[in-house]
């Protein structure tokens, strides 16, 4: 089946840089996500990664290493908008294509 | 915004009712994919369309159901509504039939079973 883990909640503060991190599991793995979610309001495409390595896009960073299953997203010069839910999903394209989306990383930046 | 839309924005349904949601994609997107998302939980994923076929579905019994019309607006169908069945229902769309993109998600429909 599908499975993906990423933590509940974290803390960091205005400026500083924070990992957030997402492993997951699938049998026909075809690219993984991040998405931002504020509350109330619908997720937001944050990156892409289908092939090892690292993605940059401004402040945001995103990486994926498919051998261990593992992928994180990076987060520099932290600001308060940036408290938010950050959703990890995996792309499986077993019997079908989805998208299975982790429970999200709540993340409360403080000043 | 993203250019999805869906409609109604909230609804209040009795159990064991049925209902329908709606969802017109982004402009030249011919994917859509619908999500269930309870309070504090990542979207589940439902079903998603390609060019009017289901080409993927989550574990939802029979009772959720889709359509993709010609122009790649969407439904959802929900019959014999359960008090589990209250959620945020999203949909979002996609360019490719992989949906190997970024999807762009509707404001969704939150839908309460009394």
């Known amino acids: 089946g599908q499975n993906i883990d990423q933590p509940t909640e974290m803390t960091a503060t205005e400026g500083a840089i924070v990992q957030i991190n997402c492993t997951y599991q699938t049998s026909g793995f075809n690219g993984l996500f991040w998405y931002q979610q504020h509350a109330g309001e619908a997720p937001t495409f944050l990156s892409y990664n289908v092939l090892d390595g690292l993605e940059e896009k401004g402040r945001f960073s995103s990486f994926l290493s498919r051998s261990k299953g593992y992928s994180y997203l990076l987060l520099k010069e932290l600001q308060m908008k940036d408290s938010a839910s950050y959703l990890c999903?995996?792309?499986?394209?077993?019997?079908?294509?989805?998208?299975?989306f982790g429970a999200g990383t709540r993340l409360f930046v403080k000043a | 915004e993203t250019g999805v839309t869906q409609s109604p924005t909230h609804l209040i349904k009795t159990r064991g009712q049925q209902v329908t949601l709606r969802c017109s994609s982004q402009?030249?997107?011919?994917?859509v994919s619908w999500y269930q998302q309870a309070l504090g939980q990542g979207p589940q994923f439902i079903f998603q369309y390609y060019r009017e076929e289901e080409n993927g579905r989550g574990n939802f019994p029979p009772r959720f159901s889709g359509l993709q019309f010609p122009n790649y607006s969407s439904e959802l169908n929900v019959n014999a509504l359960e008090l589990d069945d209250s959620a945020l229902y999203l949909c979002?769309?996609?360019?490719?039939?992989?949906?190997?993109?970024?999807?762009?998600f509707g404001p969704g429909t939150r839908l309460t079973v009394t």
């Open positions: 999903a995996v792309r499986d394209n077993t019997g079908g294509f989805k998208t299975i």
């Open positions: 402009s030249g997107h011919n994917t």
């Open positions: 979002a769309s996609s360019l490719s039939r992989g949906g190997a993109y970024e999807q762009y």
